[in-house]
Each structure stands twice: as structure tokens, then as C-alpha cells.
């Protein structure tokens, strides 16, 4: 029977995890999508992260969701714990408005993808090499405008990363 009609429950349920799962296979890898619930105020012409405080999904408890750092997870960070490829996106939507907007992916604190726009809107998308251990990645965002902010809505301010290949 095809691995798509068992589905990812089935697999798991059949004791097959991701160790056991041939190399390059995605499989019950780690994932997750979260966005900014309320409008964030930011600082005009700073790099700041974005506080992706909600959660549609966390398929293995590695994303923080809060201010603060949770089982060795920065705040609003994602943490993966298992090595691999990750396609990650992110999206900053300005609630304001910008004479320019920057969307950035940081990797362990360091700035390492990033999307400009000119109006309203950015976004970065990058498959990025996470260990497993002790990588994480954060969404910042960067405004030029007077009282600038991000718009607090699932369609418009969101995270998400997803395992594509096991190292």
C-alpha cells in the first residue's frame, strides 16, 4: 500500500519514525505554522523580531510561541530536532504606513535571508540547513515609515518551517 494511503498517523502508529525512514526522507520530520495574532509596533528603522505568538500547527513542540525562553527554545524561535534541509518562510505585513518593509530570517541570532518591498508587504524564503541540536531561526522585520507596525493577522504575518530532507 502507498506511504499516501496510510497516511503520516498510520506510519507512526506501525512504529515507522523518522530514524527509521530511508536518508533524504522528509517523512514525521519536524514542522510548524504560527503567525502574529495582535499588531506589533516596531521601531522605525530597526531590525526587531517579530513576535509570532500563535500556532496553527507544532508537529513535534519546536517552535516557542512565547516571550521567553522555553526548554532551551529562544522566545518566538523554532528549534528543530532533527537534522536536516528546512524550507522556511516567512511573511511581515506592515500595518502602517512604509516607505519600505524588510522581511528577515535569522539563523542562531545572525541575519542570513531576507525580502524587501516597497509598499506593504515581504517576504523571505530559503531551504536552510538546521543540525538538529542547537540551530534555531527567528522572523525580524524592518520598517521606514512614521509609527511603524506589523499587522497582526494570520494571513499576513506568519512563520512556518517544515523538514525536506534529513541529513
Known sequence: MPISTIGTAGLEAA???QAK?????????????????ANQSMT???????????????TAS????????VGGIPAYAFKPTVAGYYQVNA??????????????????????????????SAVASALIYMNGSTDYIESYSYLNGITPSLY????????????????
Open 15 to 17: 512504529g515507522v519514525s
Open 21 to 37: 525512514l530511508a536518508t533524504g526522507v522528509a517523512g514525521t520530520g519536524p514542522a510548524f505554522s504560527a503567525y502574529l495574532s
Open 44 to 58: 522605525q528603522n530597526v531590525f526587531t523580531k517579530v513576535a509570532i505568538d500563535t500556532e496553527e500547527f507544532d
Open 62 to 69: 519546536c517552535f516557542n510561541n512565547t516571550g521567553s525562553t
Open 91 to 120: 511573511t511581515n505585513y506592515a500595518y502602517t504606513t512604509v516607505t519600505g518593509i524588510v522581511c528577515y530570517i535569522y539563523k542562531n541570532g545572525t541575519a542570513i535571508k531576507g525580502g524587501w518591498g516597497t509598499t506593504a
Open 152 to 167: 497582526g493577522y494570520v494571513s499576513l504575518t506568519f512563520f512556518q518551517a517544515n523538514l525536506v530532507r534529513s541529513a
